[in-house]
Nanobody
Framework: VQLVESGGGLVQPGESLRLSCAVS????????MAWYRQAPGKQRELVAG???????TYAASVKGRFTISRDDTRNIIILQMNSLKPEDTANYYC???????????WGQGTQVTVSS
């Protein structure tokens, strides 16, 4: 299984980014999926999750600003991030919401830096 995150970058506060996670080696159709993030010196945290039926959940800190979606035909997970804040700065990863063991190792993530 390979997870490849992309779309990160350096943006100013208030701007937007769209992250994409391409998954290969496994069919995500049957898995609840999620985006996580890890800032320097902090533990990895759940940002947003999406079930197989499309139900979503968000961390309180991003609710109303971020939107998770999935395209099972392309095996990708998307995170639309609006109104970015400096505290959103972190490396962002996608993975199985339930940490399914068959997913194996995490990807490299994509770095998001929000700074003026």
């Amino acid at each position: 299984v390979q997870l490849v995150e992309s779309g990160g970058g350096l943006v100013q506060p208030g701007e937007s980014l769209r992250l994409s996670c391409a998954v290969s080696g496994i069919n995500i159709t049957i898995y609840n999926m999620a985006w996580y993030r890890q800032a320097p010196g902090k533990q990895r945290e759940l940002v947003a999750g999406i079930t197989t039926s499309g139900s979503t959940t968000y961390a309180a800190s991003v609710k109303g600003r971020f939107t998770i979606s999935r395209d099972d035909t392309r095996n990708i997970i998307i995170l639309q991030m609006n109104s970015l804040k400096p505290e959103d700065t972190a490396n962002y990863y996608c993975y199985s919401l339930g940490h399914a063991t068959e997913f194996g190792s995490w990807g490299q993530g994509t770095q998001v830096t929000v700074s003026s």
